[in-house]
């Protein structure tokens, strides 16, 4: 039986009724090809949506509620749009709780809803599992309730959920991506106006392997805000001491040639790494792009290299399990570039791996990576797939 026909059926012996007046959405996960942690500074980002992802299935109500259920928790929720404050106890809930309330807010729903969440990113790993859910949320309900559908607006809309809500002080890369993502295309993203091109991914034999270290990212959201304080206290000093910036306003707005003559007015050397690879690894980005467009891939696995060592050395992001993944990585034939993806502190690594070499590279990487982590890998070979969407 096909998966939708499974989940329409799990959604009746939940909610009742019958299989017509299911609605089903999809949004995908995100993968980072370059870009990272710049999207709270202003700059360029480089993601693309996955194939795997959340499934939402909906169905108006005739009262107020909503009765939320999940094919991956046992957790039901039952509420009342009118009570949707954030309970550590609702668990998953929380997301799709999030997004309803400020949209319940803003624009008075007319009903509430019966919904089944179905989801395949592996939790936790760093592709966004949880920008997925509150953005299919977002669509799924304004496109029920009959409401204009502006993607960009719903990338807003998932990361004040994510911000307000939640509680998490991410940027707007991971929403924006699954949002706007389109098959085979990669988003060129500039964070600063929310500007934004689909760039074709054309990788001829050449495959995305997404590998996940299985750490748990400990620490990592106090290091994240962390990270964040660090660039705005930098763009704070610069404005205070540098001539001529008194009204900068991102890191991500000043060049190489700009940061490398005025870098020495940030004394706290930290601090300085921090701005480095913010400055770096935004025009690491555009480059990236060229290069792509002028299908030299073997540069572009070049700037994936740059990229993951500057994380490492100066943005100190990456930690010892994503560093034996990728150095393990680039040790196999056929592999261009590869690099950790996401905030850091465990999650996953994104590889550029010719077709010839998928297999072995998963076998070699994968052993070598249990050998000297103790922990087992996994793999998954991505294709780029398309942003939130109605399936049916
Ligand atoms: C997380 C955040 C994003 C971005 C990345 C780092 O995925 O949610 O906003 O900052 O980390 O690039």
Redesign the pocket.
């Known amino acids: 039986m096909k998966l939708i026909e499974q989940l329409k059926e799990r959604f009746i012996e939940i909610h009742g009724g019958n299989p017509v007046d299911i609605a089903v959405y999809h949004a995908p996960g995100r993968v980072?090809l370059i870009?990272?942690?710049?999207?709270?500074n202003g700059g360029y980002?480089f993601p693309a949506a996955l194939t795997i992802g959340t499934a939402l299935l909906v169905r108006r109500r005739s009262d107020d509620k909503l009765h939320m259920a999940s094919m991956g928790f046992s957790l039901t929720v039952q509420k009342s749009l009118f009570d949707l404050s954030y309970q550590a106890e609702d668990d998953w809930s929380n997301f799709p709780k999030g997004v309803i309330s400020i949209l319940h807010a803003e624009q008075a729903l007319l009903s509430g809803f019966d919904m089944l969440f179905y989801g395949n990113i592996p939790n936790g790993a760093?592709l966004?599992s949880s920008?997925s859910i509150e953005v299919v949320t977002a669509f799924a309900i304004l496109d029920q309730e009959g409401r204009e559908i502006n993607r960009t607006n719903i990338a807003r809309l998932a990361?004040r959920a994510?911000n307000e809500y939640i509680g998490?002080k991410?940027?707007?890369?991971?929403?924006f991506a699954i949002a706007q993502g389109k098959k085979d295309h990669a988003v060129l993203l500039r964070c600063n106006d929310l500007h934004y091109e689909q760039v074709p991914f054309e990788s001829g034999s050449y495959q995305l392997v997404i590998g996940n270290t299985n750490k748990r990212r400990e620490l990592a959201h106090s290091a994240?805000n962390e990270r964040r304080s660090q660039c705005e206290a930098a763009v704070q000093i610069l404005r205070t001491v540098v001539p001529g910036l008194e009204n900068l306003k991102w890191l991500a707005d000043l060049n190489e040639a700009q940061f490398s003559e005025i870098a020495g007015e940030l004394k706290d050397e930290v601090m300085q790494r921090r701005a480095r690879h913010v400055v770096e690894e935004n025009a690491r980005v555009l480059r990236s792009v060229d290069l792509l467009r002028q299908g030299n891939l073997v540069e572009f696995g070049k700037m994936m290299v740059l990229s993951h060592e500057s994380l490492r050395e100066l943005y100190e992001?990456s930690c010892r399990e994503l560093d034996v993944m990728v150095e393990a990585a680039l040790q196999i034939p056929g592999v261009l570039g590869a690099r950790m993806?996401?905030?850091?502190f465990g999650g996953c690594t994104v590889a550029l791996v010719h077709e010839d070499q998928v297999d072995e590279f998963i076998h070699v990487v994968g052993d070598t990576y249990l050998r000297e982590t103790g922990l087992t890998g996994e793999f998954y070979v991505s294709k780029i797939g398309d942003g939130v969407r109605r399936v049916e």
């Open positions: 980072n870009g990272e942690h710049i999207d709270y980002v760093g966004s920008a990361q994510e998490v991410c940027g707007i890369m991971d929403q994240y992001v993806t996401g905030a850091g």
